[in-house]
């Protein structure tokens, strides 16, 4: 027997798993054994639709031929060298195709994850502080309900508490703007909303407190994703991106999700036309086949870099053994391919009207206290049961998984991200059983 024949385990206990009630879960086992197109299989030959991109990141769909036989040439030719000193060309040339994707971010470097981008893109803002002479800038500013990975960084400018009370201090020196989520001003809003500019202002106010030559950088979702679909208000990003040029601070987007078509562009600064300093990327970025991140740094910040530094010393004291591994960034070049070829950032512009469509129909869903959408990225909160929060989620999930829909849920909240090859068909199966499912979650 292959390892690949390994469908069922015998053996559940082993793994901790992340993220996951590890006892009810093996009480009673979700697998993917398989997976094809918009589908995974289980073990027993069931199809379940991917609602979610696995976890926002099969953004091409699963198992692409073009990709799988890039990756499968490259283990063939080269399997690993390190990024150190040494190089390998498709390294290169991934990042010179990244690039070319964006006009005013003129170099990449390639991380493992997401959380492994955002921390590299944190200590890309510190050192670049200080190579422009502005050493004092040590503090971060996040975002309340904001999702930056599980690094001891990402944690910190994070907004999520369960994700960073068990964790003792974290980095100091980190504040949080107000989330902008509203549900007395925004609720059912299709797209961006119109109320919550002003929620900006609150970076005034940090400086105020602290003052502008001790803050670093913001970091935020431009759309929070692992919150729940949390849209930014018209004129927020923008406003964030004037006051930290007031400033000199940096902004970072944070997009792990929006990179790679989710909206409709190639990422979120595209679409909302607000340029950050920095922004790290993940997921989509190989189609998830082979684990990636790439942050990616505007022009001026690595010659900043390079011009702090005697030749011949190392710049920048940051990067991981797998960084730009060749698997990876064989799997990265095909998936762009793909991306290219069939044109898909474009399709899930012109799909999302109808994702829009079909998400608010569920409006009038028993326990439906909000839906809001952009791009192809969408969300249905519950209200929650008293006393027992996410667990109305929790049941809509799982009755979704036993219908064949695989969502994803957030608190008492559905969270949607299908792949971009969605059929619309498939979208109306989504809404269907969603719709089915509230019928019978109490
Ligand atoms: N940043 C954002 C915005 C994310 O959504 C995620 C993961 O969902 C991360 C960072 C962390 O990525 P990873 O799980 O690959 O470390």
Redesign the pocket.
């Known amino acids: 027997m292959s390892i690949s024949d390994v469908n069922v385990p015998n053996d559940l206990d082993s793994l901790w798993m992340p993220f996951t009630d590890n006892r009810s879960f093996k009480k009673q086992p979700r697998l993917f054994s398989e997976a094809e197109g918009m589908f995974y299989i289980t073990p027993e030959g069931r199809k379940v639709l991917d609602g979610t991109s696995g ?2 990141c099969v953004n091409a769909g699963h198992r692409r031929r073009p990709i799988i036989e890039a990756v499968r040439r490259q283990v063939e030719k080269l399997d690993y060298a390190p990024g150190f000193q040494v190089g390998h060309p498709l390294s290169f040339e991934f990042a010179s195709r990244l690039t070319g994707m964006v006009e005013e971010y003129s170099h990449v470097m390639f991380t493992n ?6 921390d590299t893109a944190l200590k890309i803002a510190l050192a670049y502080q200080r190579n422009i002479g502005e050493g004092s800038r040590t503090r971060f500013v996040g975002r309340e309900r904001g ?4 690094g001891f960084g ?1 944690i910190s400018v994070g907004g999520i508490s369960p994700n960073r009370k068990m964790f003792g201090n974290m980095l100091n020196g980190i504040d949080h703007l107000r989330h902008t989520h509203n549900l007395d001003k925004n609720a059912f809003v299709r797209g961006q909303p119109d109320w919550g500019e002003h929620l900006a202002d609150d970076l005034e106010s940090i400086v105020a407190l602290h003052d502008a030559t001790t803050i670093a950088a913001v970091i935020v ?1 431009p759309v929070a ?2 919150t729940g679909v949390l849209v930014p208000p018209r004129g927020y990003l923008e406003r964030l991106r004037e006051i930290c040029s007031k400033y000199g601070i940096l902004l970072i987007f ?1 997009e ?2 929006t990179g790679f078509g989710r909206l409709g562009d190639s990422f979120a600064n595209q679409y909302f036309d607000v340029k950050p300093d920095i922004f ?1 990327t ?2 989509g970025i190989t189609n998830a086949t082979v684990p990636m ?1 790439a942050v990616f740094v505007r022009d001026g910040i690595y010659n900043s870099f390079m011009e702090s530094a005697p030749e011949n010393a190392i710049e920048f004291f940051h990067g991981y053994t797998y960084s730009g591994h060749p698997l990876a960034c064989a799997a990265g070049i095909a998936t762009l391919e793909v991306y290219r070829d069939e044109d898909l950032f474009a399709r899930a512009a012109q799909l999302a009207p109808y994702f829009e469509s079909a998400i608010h129909s569920l409006c009038d869903c028993k326990n439906v206290i909000d839906v809001r959408n952009l791009g192809m990225m969408g969300a249905i909160e519950l209200e929650p049961i008293p006393d027992k929060p996410t667990s109305r989620a929790m049941a809509a999930f799982q009755k979704a998984f036993d219908a064949g829909l695989l969502v994803r849920t957030t608190g008492d909240t559905i969270a949607l991200s299908p792949p971009l090859i969605v059929e619309r068909e498939q979208i109306d199966f989504i809404s269907d059983t969603i719709r089915g499912v509230l019928k019978t979650v109490h």
């Open positions: 976890l926002w994850s997401g959380s492994e981008s955002v999702y930056h990975g599980v990402g979702e994703g692992s944070d792990v999700i790290t993940a997921k991140g």
